[in-house]
């Protein structure tokens, strides 16, 4: 099983909504990622948990609140979210071994979220 | 600094031919990994070859080979036998040991054309 699952695969909601975005894989991955995509752009890194702790987030706005329940979900909470907020979520893991390259990242079909 | 540069925006293929996808990556640190992936308008990000930096060998899966060369920092993607099915957007990325953080070029549209 080489499946990350994310969940929706879409999301309408309004500025004063609050939703979740959820993430799932079974790979025994103890690294997972959040990843931001807006149209013809790179994913450009949100948040980073190993080993169930949060390890890097790269000065997210508060708006988004991500948790990690277990070694196999990863969720992040979305509140009073702007428009410029529309994009594709990603979710992504990886073997999560520091001194370890070879590792590659196994994304799921992404979120697309519309903020209204 | 930008740590991984394509500078191919967009490129076009004949069904059935080769093409190169350029990568050039910025790093200090001797260990670090490559990877490509792509993205169909799907959405999803699909991995594609992995090189290490300690490769004596390009790295070859199928149809995809990946032409690493360490002293120039380039790390370009050959894909052969084009088909119609390969037209999406490709990222080269990079992984270095030291931190757990995947960082990818902007992405190069690849269009085959019948």
């Known amino acids: 099983d080489t499946e990350v699952t994310q969940t929706p695969k879409h999301l309408v909601m309004g500025m004063t909504n609050k939703k979740s975005l959820k993430c799932e894989q079974h790979?025994?991955?103890?690294?997972m990622y959040w990843y931001k995509q807006k149209a013809k752009k790179p994913p450009e890194l949100m948040f980073v948990y190993s080993y169930e702790k949060l390890s890097i987030n790269e000065s997210v706005p508060s708006r988004f609140s991500p948790e990690c329940p277990n070694s196999s979900l990863l969720n992040l909470h979305l509140h009073a979210l702007q428009p410029e907020d529309s994009a594709l979520y990603l979710c992504?893991?990886?073997?999560?071994?520091?001194?370890?390259?070879?590792?590659?990242?196994?994304f799921g079909q992404g979120t697309r979220l519309t903020v209204v | 600094a930008q740590k991984i540069t394509q500078t191919q925006p967009g490129m076009f293929v004949q069904e059935k031919e080769a093409v190169t996808l350029d990568c050039t990556y910025d790093t200090s640190d001797p260990s670090y990994g490559l990877f490509w992936y792509k993205q169909p308008s799907s959405g999803e990000m699909i991995f594609l070859i992995y090189q290490g930096s300690y490769d004596q060998q390009n790295a070859t899966e199928g149809r995809y080979s990946l032409n690493f060369q360490k002293a120039r920092k380039s790390a370009n993607l050959v894909i052969s036998a084009s088909q119609l099915g390969d037209s999406a957007m490709y990222f080269c990325a990079m992984r270095e040991v030291r931190r757990n953080q995947f960082y990818f070029g902007t992405g190069t549209s690849l269009t085959v054309i019948p």
């Open positions: 992504a893991s990886s073997q999560g071994r520091q001194g370890t390259m070879n590792t590659e990242a196994f």
């Open positions: 790979m025994g991955h103890r690294a």
